[in-house]
């Protein structure tokens, strides 16, 4: 589930104002890990800051973490699309040694996706187009 509060982009942007931290990629993926934890235990929705919350701190930056680790190995995409697998649909943590598998098998298909996306690309810029000529047939081109 997207959220409204940050945009398509994968890099970190600053926050709505400059004196905040700008977040990024692992604190996206920690706040993806602790809505699942709220979800499983019917806690609803995260409040703003949580992981300000004395509750939450210990294991939010114990996460993040963790997270980092992860994203020296693999991609940010690959992380994220683990977690939202059903393969993982019971993994509460970064640090749980089933999701290691489920981000591989991720990763491997996002490298054969820009394998074969880069092959298309140099396919098109090989084929030239005929250009049409443009307008109606006149005089002058059929004297060509």
Known sequence: MPSKKYDSNFGAFPSKSDEEAKITDQN?????????????NNEGALPDNFWNMPKYKG????????????????????????IDSPEAKYVLSY???????????YQKQIDE????????????????????????????????
């Open 95 to 105: 640090r749980n040694k089933k999701l290691i598998p489920i981000i591989e098998k």
């Open 113 to 144: 996706e820009e394998k074969t996306a880069e092959f298309v690309e140099s396919r098109k810029e090989d084929i030239k187009e005929t250009r049409k000529p443009l307008g109606k047939k006149n005089l002058w081109s059929q004297l060509e």
């Open 59 to 82: 294991s939010y930056t114990g996460e993040v973490v963790a997270v980092s680790r992860l994203m020296k190995k693999y991609s940010m995409l690959a992380i994220s699309r683990a």
């Open 28 to 40: 996206r993926l920690c706040e993806k890990i602790f809505q699942k934890r709220a979800e499983k």
